[in-house]
């Protein structure tokens, strides 16, 4: 008889882990407290347009084909490779940015603020390409089974790099490049890791490596949700329930297992086994009662930022902007060191523009746009209300219209706005943290909440704050992990 598990969420690393589980023989169930699957990778449709929520874009592709090739199964969905990459638009810079993952088109774009580019970069993403192959497989693609054998994984990785644990991001990017402007670009990726490039090591430059060298950016044809959606389907057939509106509120162990989950309306959830797949470092607090995840150490541990999201139905063709773009101030090494800290919203926001209706023209009635706004922000630890919100939004957008030459405000037919509270709310993200626990050196691999439970031997986690860490193809690692360690230590009888 086919061990049952039940997973606790039903995001995509909820998601991907009941495809494995349900194709390695077992008897799976999921309940999901929102009304959709997906979690943060989800859609608002309002207003005859439809907005993917939260990710529009990702590195690692090929960890999707893994997914289904796993399971011998094809991919329900169709990738789109981003071409450029994103634009950047910096306050005051005439030029607007286009970020090619051709370095020879690149440095034509820098070609007035960074001589000889493409051989700096070449060199650069050299560097930061070995960091990436040489962590792979010994830190990123691996499970651990404590603190030693982290360690001992962690000692594997050649020395010489050690220099860069020592050096920060931006120190790095400033051996290699002369330009503030190129150095800002490549240090946006530092701000998803939940850090600043000026306070998070080098060693993270091998996200540089990712976005420009190695397998560059992707969407998905006709919005992201098709990712969710597709698997959803393919669960469906293999007789996976997924039980929408369905919280979980308490858990019942007994003698070193969890016998079972309870929720709102007092359903009692029996399985085997059961999959984590809600935040692993504030499930153990809320739900387990750990002494090390007690409120007061969660607010301790390092987060990523918040989001702010706008979704924006706008009548007429915005001629000014691409599909992926980045809308940044005259003043980063201020706005880095206030983001994660200031308690009141931003006075300059740097903020992403996501056009969807650019490329999929189903998103938005015929003649309109759909914009997609995110402006990350503190977490509720540091700005606790929203009152502001309309406020900021107001600020955002008129400084979005005045800086792609079209009148947004007045052309605006559908508006929506998530603050972080309401990010919170949809799918207990702990005080809004977009992304779940930061990424810098004290929260990886062994010191990261680990992927099995420490006192129960039939739980396990999956998602943005377990073990390899946050972003889409991350957490499809993260089921990968968890399914090895399953199948392993409870095999299908
Ligand atoms: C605005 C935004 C933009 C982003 N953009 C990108 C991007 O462009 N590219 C990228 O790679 N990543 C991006 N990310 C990060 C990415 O979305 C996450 O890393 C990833 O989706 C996390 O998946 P998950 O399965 O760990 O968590 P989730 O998606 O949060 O799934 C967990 C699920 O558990 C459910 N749950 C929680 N508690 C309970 C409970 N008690 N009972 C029942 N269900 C429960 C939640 O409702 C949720 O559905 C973005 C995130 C945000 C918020």
Redo the contacts with the bound molecule.
Sequence with gaps: MAEKVVI?????????AALRLAYAGYKVEM????ER??????ILQKDGFTFD???????MSYEFRELFDSIGEPMPFELNELNPLYTVNIEGREKVYRIFKDLERLALEFSAIEPDFERKAEKYLKRAGEVFHDTEYRIVKKNFNGMLPFLLSMATVPKKHLPKMFRSFWAELGRHFESEDVKIIFSLVAF?LGATPFNTPSVYNLLNYTELKHDGYWNVKGG?YKIAEGIAAMLEKKGVKIHCN????SVQEDAGKMLS?T?QNGKVWNADLFVI???AAS?RG??LNRRGFTEKKLDNMDWTL??F?IYLGVKGKIDGIAHHNYFLGNNFRQYAKTIFRSTVAPDKPYYYVNVASKSNPECAPEGCENLFI?CPVPDRRVKHDWNDADKLADDIIQNLGKRVGYDIKANTISRTI?TPLE?EK????YRGS???LAHGMNQIGAFRPANKDEKLNNVYY?????HP???????VI?SKLITEKITHEHPVV
């Design positions: 606790a969420g039903a995001g995509l690393g909820g998601l991907s309940l999901e407290q929102h699957p997906g979690g943060r990778l989800n929520i939260g990710p529009s874009f990702f590195s998803f992201m369905t919280r979980v509120v989950v929720d797949n809600a935040d499930f809320k739900f918040a989001p999201t995110l998530y990010w949809m799918f207990s993200l977009g992304l779940g999956v998602g943005a704050s377990t860490g946050t972003g889409l193809p991350i957490v993260g």
